[in-house]
T-cell receptor, first 114, second 109 residues
Framework: ETGVTQTPRHLVMGMTNKKSLKCEQH?????MYWYKQSAKKPLELMFV???????ENNSVPSRFSPECPNSSHLFLHLHTLQPEDSALYLC?????????????FGPGTRLTVT | GQNIDQPTEMTATEGAIVQINCTYQTSGFNGLFWYQQHAGEAPTFLSY??LDGLEEKGRFSSFLSRSKGYSYLLLKELQMKDSASYLCAVTDSNYQLIWGAGTKLIIKP
């Protein structure tokens, strides 16, 4: 399944580093999402973009900065992260927001903050 | 607050049947999703229920009772490849997806 791709798949970074996660969807969808997945916890929605406009930010710390240059690409810029930010970061897309549409997920980036 | 409850882990035998339950308390309801997630992989869509009743899709079926805030995923003729986590998610009145923590299903030969 290559509908939603994410790079890198694994990332180890120090607390003073700056890095970016990339997501690309090839499904013609208009909405894209960033989720954080920690062990034994529900998926945490971080950001939602609909038609390249950010529609939701669930009180995410400013050390996470999203960017959506077009409807196919989504980035998550990371800086001065904390060890508790270590998790699997999943990107998803759907046809649009505002309806109960199925979301298609990428394989995730496993992030470790040292 | 909004809450989705599902068992943390279940074990079943190859060839058998298993039922994974999900109960929810959300502000409004616009449908319930089940996703499957193999270790190290992306969650993939299994089913969507918005009306009461049973939806069957091959070996997998999903049931919904809106009055009880309850759903289950039924897996028949279990295969080893069904070992995965199963995520329940409810769409609330704002069409926001509220996720459960997932049920890890272990299949034994």
């Amino acid at each position: 399944e290559t509908g939603v791709t994410q790079t890198p798949r694994h990332l180890v970074m120090g607390m003073t580093n700056k890095k970016s996660l990339k997501c690309e969807q090839h499904l013609g969808h208009n909405a894209m999402y960033w989720y954080k997945q920690s062990a034994k916890k529900p998926l945490e929605l971080m950001f939602v973009y609909s038609l390249e406009e950010r529609v939701e930010n669930n009180s995410v710390p400013s050390r996470f900065s999203p960017e959506c240059p077009n409807s196919s690409h989504l980035f998550l810029h990371l800086h001065t992260l904390q060890p508790e930010d270590s998790a699997l970061y999943l990107c998803a897309s759907s046809q649009q927001t505002g309806e109960a549409y199925e979301q298609y997920f990428g394989p995730g980036t496993r992030l470790t903050v040292t | 607050g909004q809450n989705i409850d599902q068992p943390t882990e279940m074990t079943a035998t190859e060839g058998a049947i298993v039922q994974i339950n999900c109960t929810y308390q959300t502000s409004g309801f616009n449908g319930l999703f089940w996703y499957q997630q193999h270790a190290g992989e992306a969650p993939t869509f299994l089913s969507y229920n918005v009306l009461d009743g049973l939806e069957e899709k091959g070996r997998f079926s999903s049931f919904l009772s809106r009055s009880k805030g309850y759903s289950y995923l039924l897996l028949k003729e279990l295969q080893m490849k069904d070992s995965a986590s199963y995520l329940c998610a409810v769409t609330d009145s704002n069409y926001q997806l509220i996720w459960g923590a997932g049920t890890k299903l272990i299949i034994k030969p």
